[in-house]
């Protein structure tokens, strides 16, 4: 009894956050992968792309609140959705027709399109903090809950309870879906097997009247959806605001140099990674070591390596490990 107890607690605060955050984070990095391994350079506007599509999902799920439109026990950022991905397109599209298309064309150094994509990224967060404000915004309605501690407790007799919250589960779901489709749309569409063709060899690519153009234009569309989809399951799962998308920057990029950049597969399984390191490393032990030990071995402080607080450090040391010992990553994507 006190075994299961032990996994309940396991479950309700490392696995269930981790998979969800893990899930966020997967398609946070395939957006940055795919622009890696096509328009070869690091996005680092990516984070604030993020944050402009959710809050266009939140300030249409405000509007679809005030009319009195829900779906029910979801919520009705799911609805909103679509309006932000589209509207995130059209972003990334502006973006790239008056800023990035000058560089490419100028053959410029993937430096430079770095730098570049730093002055995007501060025009993006000042834009966002203008339009919705630098505070926390709440936007998620419907069933709190999938099942709740109460509901877990009554129904196995535990005197752990599990709860599972409708967003973590919605997260989960929605990942799986959208890294599906991708996949599909990569591997068995023309326009995929081009793209593919185009991160692979630039030159033959072209010889084979592969349109680059084209390809841009398929890229960026798909990585605003993703930075959407990714910014808004992680805005219902936490909370939406402005920094908290800059911040998160970091773990994206980990991941998907964890994965190896450019390699789709490896940024899912660096998101995973990046993601279980830092809710292990930062969660405090105690409770489950309480009910696995007996009573003359229980700790007496809050077994915790590191404070919640510094979960980014974790993610930084990781990515600075894999940069020292295996630069390509765990699927051996392109070198940074």
């Not at 609140?65 to 009705?76: D, H």
């Not at 409770?287 to 450090?313: C, G, R, W």
Request: contains cysteine.
């Amino acid at each position: 009894m006190d075994f299961l107890n032990a996994l309940v607690v396991l479950s309700n605060f490392v696995l269930i956050p981790a998979v969800a955050y893990g899930s966020q984070l997967a398609l946070g990095a395939l957006g940055v992968t795919l622009i890696y391994g096509i328009l070869r350079f690091s996005n680092f506007a990516h984070g604030d792309t993020m944050a402009f599509g959710t809050m266009l999902v939140v300030l249409i799920t405000y509007l679809f609140q005030s009319w009195g439109i829900s779906l029910g026990p979801l919520p009705t950022a799911l609805l909103a959705l679509p309006f932000g991905i589209l509207g995130c397109m059209l972003l990334v599209l502006f973006t790239d027709r008056a800023v990035y298309r000058f560089y490419r064309q100028q053959k410029a150094k993937p430096v430079v399109l770095v730098i570049v994509s730093m002055g995007v990224m501060f025009i993006m967060n000042g834009l966002v903090r203008f339009i919705i404000g630098p505070n926390d915004q709440r936007f998620a309605d419907g069933e709190r809950f999938i099942i709740s501690v109460r509901e877990f407790k009554q129904l196995t007799g535990l005197s752990e309870g599990l709860a599972i919250r409708t967003t973590q589960g919605i997260t989960v779901v929605t990942a799986i879906i959208v890294v599906a489709l991708l996949f599909w749309f990569l591997n068995r569409t023309r326009t995929g097997k081009s793209m593919r063709a185009y991160s692979d060899n630039e030159d033959l690519a072209l010889l084979s009247g592969i349109n680059p153009e084209r390809v841009v234009l398929y890229t960026w569309l798909i990585v605003a959806a993703l930075a959407t989809v990714a910014g808004t399951l992680y805005g219902l799962d936490k909370t939406f605001k402005p920094f908290t998308y800059f911040q998160l920057l970091l773990p994206i990029f980990a991941a998907a140099i964890v994965g190896g950049l450019g390699n789709p597969l490896g940024a899912i399984a660096g998101g995973f990674v990046i993601a279980f390191s830092e809710v292990t490393i930062t969660y405090a032990w105690k409770k489950v070591l309480k009910y696995l030990l007996p009573e003359n071995l229980e700790p007496s402080s809050l077994m915790q390596l590191i404070s919640t607080d510094y979960k980014f450090a974790v993610s930084f040391a990781i990515l600075v490990i894999v940069l020292l010992f295996k630069p390509t990553g765990l699927f051996k994507g392109k070198s940074v």
